[in-house]
C-alpha cells in the first residue's frame, strides 16, 4: 500500500473516533449535573457513565448506581451503548469492554461498595493491589450495584436526613 492509501486510511479512522468522541465528548455540558442525585458529573469524571438507547435519547449520571436507576425505570429502552469514566484517566470507554473492580478500601460514588472502570486490566490490577478488591466484568458490576442499591438508597436517605436536620438547626441559631 502507498503513502496515500495510509494517509487515507488513518484519515477514516480519525473521522469514525472523531464521531465517537463528539457523540460522548461533550457528556458533562449535556448533563452537568445527575438527574438522580444531583451530584456535579464533572465532580465525578472518574465514574460518571452515559447510556445511549436505541431510540437516540442519552443519559449522564454521576455512577453506576444512578445508571442501574436509569435503567430500570427505562424498561422499554434498549441500551445501545453504555460509557464509563475510566477511574484514572476519566475519559469516557465502553462499560461492558472495562475492567471492572468492585470492592476496596475506597468508598464508592452513591454507594459504600466500590465499582470501578478502567480501561487496561493492569490499571485494574494495579489499583487491586493498592487498594483491594476483586476484578469483575461489567456484567458483576451492575449484579453487585443491583445487589446494593437498597442499602445505598438507604444510607443516601439518612445522610440527607442529617444534612436537613443540621441546616434546621443552624437556621434556629440565626
Not at 455540558?29 to 445527575?34: D, R, T, V
Not at 438527574?35 to 456535579?40: E, V
Not at 425505570?73 to 469516557?92: E, H, R, S
Amino acid at each position: 500500500m502507498n503513502r496515500k492509501g495510509y494517509i487515507l486510511i488513518f484519515a477514516a479512522i480519525t473521522l469514525i473516533l472523531g464521531s465517537v468522541v463528539l457523540a460522548f465528548g461533550d457528556d458533562i455540558k449535556q448533563a452537568p449535573s445527575c438527574k438522580y442525585c444531583g451530584m456535579n458529573r464533572e465532580m465525578f469524571a472518574h465514574s460518571r457513565m452515559v447510556i445511549e438507547y436505541d431510540d437516540g435519547t442519552k443519559m449522564g449520571t454521576c455512577s453506576l448506581h444512578c445508571a442501574i436507576v436509569d435503567l430500570a425505570l427505562n424498561l422499554d429502552k434498549n441500551p445501545k451503548a453504555i460509557m464509563v469514566g475510566d477511574y484514572g484517566t476519566k475519559a469516557l470507554i465502553d462499560a461492558e469492554k472495562a475492567t471492572w473492580i468492585i470492592g476496596g478500601s475506597k468508598p464508592g460514588v452513591m454507594t459504600k461498595n466500590a465499582k470501578w472502570a478502567f480501561a487496561k486490566k493492569e490499571d485494574a490490577e494495579k489499583y487491586r493491589q493498592e487498594q483491594g478488591g476483586r476484578l469483575a466484568s461489567f456484567d458483576e458490576a451492575v449484579e453487585a450495584a443491583h445487589q446494593d442499591l437498597y442499602n445505598d438508597t438507604k444510607m443516601i436517605r439518612e445522610r440527607r436526613k442529617m444534612r436537613k436536620m443540621h441546616q434546621h438547626h443552624m437556621m434556629e441559631k440565626k
